[in-house]
């Protein structure tokens, strides 16, 4: 068995590695370091480019202007409503109206509702108040502890235009609703 060191073909190699490496040793001393004073140099003065006995105008380019559409915090929109119904079937809470220039886009929707007598609730919407709006049907699910308190808690892509009130239309069937208390989250979108 050969040692390593005395393979030729090693011997090769690390000879002309350290032949390489001693020669940019010594081009490396041959160069000026990069700053070899503390003195701060001045910067040399431009001289404008003179076409036909014009001088060139230089302009320095400025930034463009730029708008941010997909940035989270912008226009962000959350908002939480309550209605203490207890008169009828039906409970109703409104949310603000989308202002003028504006579209509001919800997308995500959590609401409580509460009805005393058990599997008394019919269905949840989430619609517009002018009723023109698609109505989008909300899944809930039923508390174990309170056979009367209902949850929602649904992702959403529902957009409303300038002008419309988004709403929650809770419909129950055998008796009143208590309370209604929903929280929507989304972003209103400025438009052009």
């Known amino acids: ?19 390489l490496a001693s020669q940019a040793l010594a081009q490396r001393a041959e ?12 910067p040399a003065p431009r001289a404008a480019a003179v076409t036909n006995g014009v001088p060139a105008a230089t302009t320095t380019p400025k930034a463009a202007l730029v708008q941010i559409v997909d940035d989270d915090a912008h226009g962000a929109y959350k908002e939480g409503v309550f209605n203490f119904c207890n008169t009828s079937g039906v409970c109703i809470a409104q949310f603000s109206t989308v202002p003028a220039g504006h579209r509001r886009l919800v997308e995500h929707l959590s609401c409580s509702v509460h009805v005393p007598t058990t599997g008394a609730l019919r269905y949840v919407a989430f619609l ?6 698609p109505r989008d049907w909300m899944p809930y699910t039923r508390s174990a502890a309170d056979a009367g308190q209902y949850f929602i808690n649904s992702a959403t ?5 300038a002008g419309e009130t988004p709403m929650v239309y809770a419909d ?16 209103d979108i400025v438009l052009p």
């Open 1 to 19: 068995m050969r040692s390593l060191l005395t393979h030729p073909a090693l011997c090769m190699t690390a000879l002309m590695c350290a032949t």
């Open 157 to 161: 892509l529902f957009p409303f235009e």
């Open 31 to 42: 160069m000026p370091p990069i700053n070899p004073s503390a003195t701060p140099r001045a």
């Open 128 to 133: 517009a108040t002018s009723y023109t709006a």
């Open 172 to 187: 129950s069937d055998l008796a009143p609703i208590d309370d209604l208390t929903c929280t929507a989250t989304g972003r």
